[in-house]
């Protein structure tokens, strides 16, 4: 509603507001690309950002026991 639309704006400039119809974005996994837009809620799936994350701070560890 337009109460919650402006208290989001006081937290998050407008001006880099995105919309969702306008985006993408894919977890890549075992060759396979999954889609994680929530389209209902608007939003990247939060679990798939951290499974991401998860990926490459393995990956980093890997990397950093090299030396």
């Known amino acids: 509603?337009?109460?919650n639309r402006k208290n989001i704006e006081n937290i998050v400039d407008k001006k880099i507001w995105l919309d969702i119809n306008n985006i993408n974005?894919?977890?890549?996994h075992n060759g396979?690309?999954?889609n994680i837009?929530?389209?209902e809620l608007s939003l990247?799936?939060?679990e798939a950002i951290?499974?991401?994350s998860e990926v490459i701070n393995n990956i980093f560890d890997k990397?950093?026991?090299l030396e």
């Not at 974005?25 to 890549?28: E, P, Q, S």
């Open 1 to 3: 509603n337009e109460n």
């Open 25 to 28: 974005a894919y977890f890549i």
């Open 32 to 34: 396979y690309a999954e």
């Open 37 to 39: 837009i929530d389209k």
């Open 44 to 46: 990247i799936k939060a």
């Open 50 to 52: 951290d499974s991401a």
């Open 63 to 65: 990397l950093f026991d």
